[in-house]
């Protein structure tokens, strides 16, 4: 009798938490299934800061997917994405086109004009005329590569699957692996949670690599060890927001350094020493969800932003000199 006492008590106990439950999940109030976790995004794509910039008429791309964009040393603009390149002038006049089988995931443009392309797992060097160059191998079977950034005769290549960077020669020859953990040199290692892993060459020659995960700018003398680094996580407008940020950087010829972030779509600039200047896009600038809001300096002061959600390339122009 105590047995089957105990038993229906279990069941009545049983069913009472699966009512509760049921109504919890899918007939309680509004304020009882609060998300708890929901930090306010919304909330946070607002802002009541101005922009030092105004934008103006969009550039269209032929392209109908487009991942990256540079500048060359002609002032020519090139926009990279599935299948191929176009070539640019400052009024989005498509000058030329070419196309390749795989999908662009980075660009940048050496001095000579010659294109370096990370296609996924490798690298290839373009005539800006359409010519394949070369086509380098892969370092490892699990390398995804999300930028590249060259000099005179150095090409490097960021590997967000191996977390480091690459240093070649023009040749493709491996000269220097940069950024591996080495607590006897004080370099702590890249932190990458996604493919988002930008590097960038200041003026002045400068290596600087965004690890994302800690929310910094890093510099990098030629032996790989760590010099500098600048950034913060936080959600005002001076520091960075979301996981792994900045997702973009590009440097301005004066050493000043514009930044991309995804969560809170939104573009800054910062001087030499990493202290916020202005702000260049605010979030309600673009559509929630954009992501890849790669960069790059155009001529007369003009931020390239390139909005792969919307497949064209935004241009921002300074009210005013900082």
């Not at 934008?55 to 060359?72: C, M, N, Q």
């Not at 000058?95 to 390749?100: E, I, R, V, Y």
Request: charged content about 20%; aromatic content about 10%.
């Amino acid at each position: 009798m105590k047995k089957k006492i105990i038993l229906v008590f279990a069941i009545i106990l049983f069913l009472a938490i699966v009512a509760w439950m049921f109504r919890d999940l899918f007939t309680g109030s509004p304020e009882l299934q609060k998300n708890p976790y929901d930090y306010g995004m919304k909330e946070l794509r607002q802002t009541d800061t101005v922009p030092a910039y105004k934008e103006v008429t969009p550039l269209k791309p032929a392209l109908t997917t487009i991942t990256s964009i540079a500048t060359g040393y002609d002032g020519k603009i090139y926009v990279a994405g599935k299948g191929g390149v176009d070539i640019l002038d400052i009024s989005g006049r498509i000058l030329k086109s070419f196309t390749f089988p795989g999908y662009a995931t980075c660009l940048t443009v050496m001095p000579d004009n010659t294109l370096v392309i990370g296609m996924g797992d490798h690298v290839e060097l373009w005539d800006p005329s359409g010519v394949q160059i070369s086509a380098w191998q892969p370092e490892d079977t699990t390398s995804v590569i999300t930028s590249v950034a060259a000099s005179q005769h150095k090409i490097f290549v960021a590997d967000a699957g191996n977390k480091i960077v690459y240093q070649y020669n023009e040749l493709g020859k491996l000269q220097a692996r940069i950024g591996e953990k080495d607590p006897s040199r004080k370099i702590p290692g890249f932190v990458i949670p996604s493919p988002y892993f930008d590097v960038g060459i200041s003026p002045a020659g400068e290596l600087w690599v965004a690890n994302t995960g800690r929310y910094k700018l890093e510099k990098y003398d030629n032996d790989g060890s760590l010099l500098t680094s600048w950034g913060e996580a936080s959600v005002t407008l001076e520091g960075f927001a979301g996981c792994c940020n900045p997702s973009h950087f590009t440097i301005l010829s004066d050493g000043s350094f514009v930044t991309s972030e995804k969560g809170i779509e939104r573009v800054k600039v910062y001087s030499p020493d990493g202290n916020f200047i202005a702000l260049v896009a605010r979030p309600e600038s673009f559509d929630e969800g954009t992501r890849g809001l790669d960069l790059a300096a155009g001529s007369n002061g003009r931020i390239l932003i390139l909005d792969p959600l919307r497949n064209q390339v935004r241009v921002f122009l300074p009210l005013k000199k900082h």
